[in-house]
């Protein structure tokens, strides 16, 4: 499976998403690039997006999108709180809808 991690994400927790082919907004070259607009070039290159941005499914149609969206919930962005969240994001991907979001974490 093919997922994008964005930038809003530490980039150093692309490397525990073992077993799929996993890129960043930053390898991308897609930092600066807006939600719309990034869920467009994800869409045409991955399966999965990961993000903490809890409102992008409030401020675009996912369902437009041929992309799935997840969002981890942890207190905080940073690495720390992010990779307690690994087994449960792991057990998602197979599972996930294009066009829906799934939430992994409390």
């Given at each position: 499976m093919k997922v994008f991690v964005d930038e809003c994400v530490d980039w150093r927790l692309a490397r525990d998403i073992v077993g799929h082919e996993v890129q960043t907004a930053r390898q991308m070259g897609w930092s600066t690039i807006t939600n719309g607009e990034l869920l467009a070039l994800a869409a045409k290159e991955f399966d999965v997006f990961v993000t903490?941005?809890?409102n992008l499914s409030f401020q675009q149609n996912l369902p437009a999108f041929s992309i799935a969206v997840i969002v981890l919930r942890a207190p905080s962005n940073r690495l720390a709180d992010l990779k307690p969240l690994i087994?449960?994001?792991l057990a998602c991907l197979p599972g996930a809808k294009k066009g829906a979001v799934a939430y992994v974490g409390v």
């Open positions: 903490v941005d809890r087994p449960e994001l």
